[in-house]
Nanobody
């Protein structure tokens, strides 16, 4: 199983930007489709962005055009560039393989708070 370590979260004003990083170990990183997930207070965890092993990307409608997922296979790292942040983006952000289940290993995540 992947063992992710997420970083880069923080407090940002609406309209601001953050770049999240996830260092992933425990897998042959380059062959896996990777995703960024988030869990807002009182809500279920949702998948917000996916990048395939080939570099194709997909996003949930609520972040499309504002978030960009990328990867560096040499560094076993996946990134999430978040622009034009909104209060509703406030959540703990996690990375994992695409299709990861609740019973799989999850890192601690990184907290993003969008507030003035």
């Amino acid at each position: 199983q992947v063992q992710p370590v997420e970083s880069g979260g923080g407090l940002v004003q609406p309209g601001g930007s953050l770049r999240l990083s996830c260092a992933a170990s425990g897998i042959i990183f380059s062959i896996y489709d990777m995703g960024w997930y988030r869990q807002a207070p009182g809500k279920r965890r949702e998948l917000v962005a996916v990048i395939t092993s080939g570099g194709s990307t997909n996003y949930v409608a609520s972040v499309k055009g504002r978030f960009t997922i990328s990867r560096d296979n040499a560094q076993n790292t996946v990134y999430l560039q978040m622009n034009s942040l909104k209060p509703e983006d406030t959540a703990v952000y996690y990375c994992n393989t695409d299709g990861a289940r609740n019973e799989d290993y999850w890192g601690k995540g990184t907290l993003v708070t969008v507030s003035s």
